[in-house]
């Protein structure tokens, strides 16, 4: 089982909905991470929080909006995607960001499959 | 920024043989080295991580890592293979700063045969 839970499990969408992934996790952890990742690729950087707060966008599309209500709570709307932003995305959480926790790793959850039509 | 290089994208194995999965980073500074693994449709699983206290990292399920810091080498070994063994691994290094992300290698898939 994993401590981070997302929602949902898989999700396809046309290409003029707006849909929204959930992210969720108990472990008090103050970073929180959205990355994507294409079939037989490894995954790559999205977006960084970091006590709610968006500390790295990595020249994301804005179809993608990031938004940490909360230090529990990570979400990724999606809005106006295209077909090749079919890919699983993937949450992970740290204890918190900067030098003293370097060697935290980062726990991930199962990921949302997207499908985008 | 520091990086990973996974020699090898395919390795495979008979079951009870040794498992060599092989990362080398750059970085002329120690580095934050972890060993994640991926099953089918299934999220990244950590399986060891380097912490300088030690260079041998022994980690879950029988895996276990030796950092060589003369040959710029993080590699993955477990002694005897188990068709459960079979999945995606990724080596990865955590940059430092306060950006702290995570980056990855392109992965091995473990293939595990009778």
């Known amino acids: 089982d994993t401590e981070v839970t997302q929602t949902p499990k898989h999700l396809v969408m046309g290409m003029t909905n707006k849909k929204s992934l959930k992210c969720e996790q108990h472990?008090?952890?103050?970073?929180m991470y959205w990355y994507k990742q294409k079939a037989k690729k490894p995954p790559e950087l999205m977006f960084v929080?970091?006590?709610?707060?968006?500390?790295i966008n990595e020249s994301v599309p804005s179809r993608f909006s990031p938004e940490c209500p909360n230090s529990s709570l990570l979400n990724l709307h999606l809005h106006a995607l295209q077909p090749e932003d079919s890919a699983l995305y993937l949450c992970?959480?740290?204890?918190?960001?900067?030098?003293?926790?370097?060697?935290?790793?980062?726990?991930f959850g199962n990921g949302t499959r997207l499908t985008v039509t | 920024a520091q990086s990973v290089t996974q020699l090898g994208s395919h390795v495979s194995v008979s079951e009870g043989a040794l498992v060599l999965l092989r990362c080398n980073y750059s970085?002329?500074?120690?580095?934050?080295l972890f060993w994640y693994v991926q099953y089918p449709n299934q999220g990244l699983q950590l399986l060891l991580k380097?912490?300088?206290?030690?260079?041998l990292v022994k980690g879950i399920n029988g895996f276990e890592a030796e950092f060589k810091k003369s040959e710029t080498s993080f590699h993955l070994t477990k002694p005897s293979a188990h068709m459960s063994d079979a999945a995606e691994y990724f080596c990865?290094?955590?940059?430092?700063?306060?950006?702290?992300?995570?980056?990855f290698g392109t992965g091995t898939r473990l293939q595990v045969t009778l």
């Open positions: 380097y912490t300088s206290a030690a260079t």
């Open positions: 970085s002329s500074v120690p580095p934050y």
């Open positions: 472990m008090g952890h103050r970073a």
């Open positions: 929080y970091s006590y709610e707060k968006l500390s």
């Open positions: 992970a959480s740290s204890p918190r960001q900067g030098d003293s926790v370097k060697n935290s790793p980062l726990h």
């Open positions: 990865a290094v955590r940059n430092t700063g306060t950006a702290s992300k995570l980056t």
